[in-house]
């Protein structure tokens, strides 16, 4: 089994930064790719940002330019790194990973977080 573990969600105001991190630990033989969906209130999870085991960067138009996504990959980690924040970005932020678990398997699966709670008040 894999587990992905959130942490770094909170209330912060509008303009501020937060940093989300996500550590998975289990079965894995590797990871492609991983990041970050949310969900706000009455809408459809969306992306976020995603990176790709080649290092190839996906983000949502919406927050081009003041997100950042990182990964560790020895860790199996990433991190979100969120500035000028805006009320919008309220929502429920999940971490993302599609996983190969052993090096003979030919299918990923996907697995995600528990999710954690950005609020932005203006």
């Known amino acids: 089994q894999v587990q992905l573990v959130e942490s770094g969600g909170g209330l912060v105001q509008a303009g501020g930064s937060l940093m989300l991190s996500c550590a998975a630990s289990?079965?894995?033989?590797?990871?492609?790719?991983m990041g970050w969906y949310r969900e706000a209130p009455g809408k459809q999870r969306e992306l976020v940002a995603t990176e790709t085991s080649a290092g190839r960067t996906n983000y949502a138009d919406s927050v081009k330019g003041r997100f950042t996504i990182s990964r560790d990959y020895p860790k199996n980690a990433v991190s979100l790194q969120m500035n000028s924040l805006k009320p919008e970005d309220t929502a429920v932020y999940y971490c993302?990973?599609?996983?190969?678990?052993?090096?003979?398997?030919?299918?990923?699966?996907?697995?995600w977080g528990q999710g954690t709670q950005v609020t932005v008040s203006s």
């Open positions: 289990g079965t894995i033989f590797s990871i492609n790719p």
């Open positions: 993302y990973a599609a996983v190969q678990r052993t090096e003979s398997a030919t299918t990923r699966f996907a697995y």
